[in-house]
């Protein structure tokens, strides 16, 4: 047995089940060992981005790492920007990075590169195997890694000739360390403030946005008078009928201030103190009011459940809290096709325990409070920043949950990006509705245009952020990379294309030409 096909055999008896690929020829070897493995499933990804944010969203849902198969250190760099969002997501993830044979580097071939230096940057645990023996145990190793706190990011860099050299090392399986929990100091100080008769927040991220970790801070709430707010951009967040809602951050930082104003105390939750997502001039960067003091219950990487339930003992929390109504019948929306008719239909529409990825950009922000209502789902959002994420973690996300509807509301810019995770969707048939917001803008750059103070804009500085001349056909490309798809143009029409998605199975793709409503 070579190296590769003992790596492949440790990752599955680690309970690895997914690789997401796009491999090269330093990766051959691991190529074959996946092939005769009949553990592991290859789902190829025709660019890197994809192969990354699609692992992001398996490990959200699934919560536990698939593979990712990456060709040397260029490989790895196009995967990046995904791998931010995903390390900001807290998604436990393993990344196989093939490179050059150890005797070759010294030539300085024309893909050589520092892998190491590529992968510190957006990695939580990197390794390079040192020998054939040395390889599986390391891929071992890297399971447990992405397995810690809430979820890391473990890569393993793989020289080629340790790929296809023998071994005869047996590999020990390994248990992941237990979660830390979050310590009596940290529960008695949540516990005294939410005593005090001060004006409160618990602020959730991570894993305290599940659904009965929702319940739980709904009980401290109702006993407590606290508010309960959410992150701006969680990584997964289960809302809709019979959960209790929470209040989400807003993006911009001049209306946080004003959401937050009036707090004296904020309580963290697996989540970071509010700040400004970029600096602005005159604009504050630190959001937490002033003379208001925060308080850390639980970090991302601590037992949060516990935490909450224990917070929950002490005050005596027993009464359940409000929970979200299932919204009433009413009319399909009519008439102009804006997010807010997009949300309603997204309310009347959706089945039970669907799954929406959301990159909606400016677009999201009607379609979001729209469907407050809608039947219980699970909504993904954009963690790091980094664009092009929403396609391949629908796709990724669907890979894990199959039996599960999965919604992608993308945004036309943003959706180039990874455009080539619709051709994964159609090879691997995913039952992946994609939304494309088509705005023909990048809508959010004319907002931020003109918040930064950058001067009063040119024709040329508009035609920077504008998706026209030529207009790029979404049913076309859908349809060349192999989902049927159609175009809506108004709210009947996309209410009626909606509905036949929801209905059928498999992949599809409909273009929405969305009447822009902007944030004041």
């Known amino acids: 047995m070579n190296g590769a096909e003992k790596l492949l055999e440790t990752l599955v008896d680690a309970g690895v089940e997914v690789c997401f690929s796009n491999p090269g020829t330093s990766e051959m070897q691991l190529v074959s060992a996946i092939g005769n493995n009949d553990g592991m499933r290859a789902v190829l990804c025709l660019f890197e981005g994809v192969v990354s944010g699609a692992a992001d969203g398996y490990g959200r849902m699934a919560e536990k790492p698939a593979i990712t198969l990456l060709h040397v250190g260029s490989g790895f760099s196009n995967s990046m920007a995904n791998l931010h969002n995903a390390r900001r997501a807290h998604t436990p993830l393993v990344n196989i990075v093939g490179d050059h044979a150890t005797y070759h580097l010294q030539y300085d071939s024309p893909l050589t590169s520092d892998v190491p230096a590529h992968a510190a940057i957006c990695s939580d645990w990197v390794k390079v195997s040192l020998s054939a023996d040395d390889l599986a145990e390391s891929g071992g190793e890297a399971v447990m890694a992405s397995l810690e706190g809430a979820g890391k990011i473990a890569t393993l860099i793989a020289p080629a000739n340790h790929a296809w050299e023998e071994t005869t090392r047996d590999i020990e399986g390994n248990s992941p360390e237990a979660v830390a929990g979050a310590g009596e100091t940290a529960v008695s100080e949540a516990v005294a403030a939410l005593s005090n008769g001060k004006r409160s927040a618990l602020l959730l991220g991570g894993k305290a946005l599940l659904e009965e970790s929702l319940a739980v801070a709904g009980q401290i709430a109702r006993a407590s008078g606290a508010r309960v707010l959410s992150e701006t951009f969680t990584a997964r967040l289960q809302r809709g009928a019979g959960r209790f809602a929470v209040e989400r951050l807003q993006y911009f930082s001049e209306h946080v201030t004003q959401q937050l104003e009036g707090l004296e105390q904020i309580i963290l939750v697996g989540a970071q103190a509010p700040v400004s997502f970029f600096a602005y001039p005159g604009k504050k960067s630190w959001?937490?009011?002033?003379?208001?003091?925060?308080?850390?219950?639980?970090?991302?990487?601590?037992?949060?459940?516990?935490?909450?339930?224990?917070?929950?003992?002490?005050?005596?929390?027993?009464?359940?809290?409000?929970?979200?109504?299932?919204?009433?019948?009413?009319?399909?929306?009519?008439?102009?096709?804006?997010?807010?008719?997009?949300?309603?239909?997204?309310?009347?529409?959706?089945?039970?325990?669907?799954?929406v990825s959301d990159e909606a950009a400016t677009c999201g922000l009607g379609i979001f409070p729209a469907t407050e209502n809608a039947r219980p789902h699970d909504w993904l959002m954009l963690t790091g920043g980094a664009i092009g994420q929403g396609l391949p973690l629908s796709l990724g996300a669907s890979v894990a949950c199959p039996e599960?509807?999965?919604?992608?509301?993308?945004?036309?810019?943003?959706?180039?990006?990874?455009?080539?995770?619709?051709?994964?969707?159609?090879?691997?048939?995913?039952?992946?509705?994609?939304?494309?917001?088509?705005?023909?803008?990048?809508?959010?750059?004319?907002?931020?245009?003109?918040?930064?103070?950058?001067?009063?804009?040119?024709?040329?500085?508009?035609?920077?952020?504008?998706?026209?001349?030529?207009?790029?056909?979404?049913?076309?490309?859908?349809?060349?990379?192999?989902l049927p798809a159609s175009r809506a143009e108004s709210a009947e029409e996309f209410h009626q294309q909606f509905a036949d998605a929801m209905e059928g199975e498999g992949p599809c793709l409909i273009e929405a030409m969305v009447e822009q409503q902007m944030p004041i």
């Open 404 to 482: 599960r509807k999965v919604v992608a509301l993308q945004a036309d810019g943003s959706a180039m990006y990874t455009v080539q995770a619709l051709w994964s969707m159609a090879r691997e048939n995913t039952d992946v509705t994609v939304v494309i917001l088509n705005n023909r803008s990048y809508a959010i750059l004319n907002i931020e245009l003109a918040r930064v103070g950058a001067g009063e804009p040119t024709p040329k500085t508009l035609s920077m952020l504008d998706l026209s001349r030529p207009d790029i056909d979404w049913v076309a490309v859908a349809e060349g990379l192999g």
């Open 287 to 355: 959001l937490v009011p002033e003379g208001c003091e925060v308080f850390e219950l639980a970090s991302v990487d601590q037992d949060i459940p516990a935490a909450l339930a224990e917070v929950a003992g002490l005050l005596e929390a027993g009464e359940a809290p409000e929970l979200t109504p299932l919204a009433p019948p009413f009319p399909p929306p009519t008439g102009a096709l804006t997010p807010v008719a997009i949300g309603q239909t997204l309310t009347l529409l959706m089945p039970e325990d669907a799954i």
